[in-house]
């Protein structure tokens, strides 16, 4: 059995910020693979902290006709 090894953290904030950079110029599904994590992150936080009940009815009409569309 092999010992697996952690990959070691970007030694400075600028580094990580230049692989980061990197990664999205690499290919642009990796942006557009960004793009949706960070927008499902922002609208999941919304329904758990700060939508009312007349956002939540308005979205529940939204899921229901992007749902028909799929």
Sequence with gaps: M????????YATKEAQTEA???????SPDNKAHRNYLSRRS????????MATAED????KQLISEREKNL
């Design 2 to 9: 092999t010992k697996e090894t952690k990959r070691k953290a």
């Design 20 to 26: 980061t950079k990197r990664w999205l110029e690499k």
């Design 42 to 49: 922002n609208a999941r936080g919304f329904i758990r902290t």
């Design 56 to 59: 939540l009815e308005e979205l």
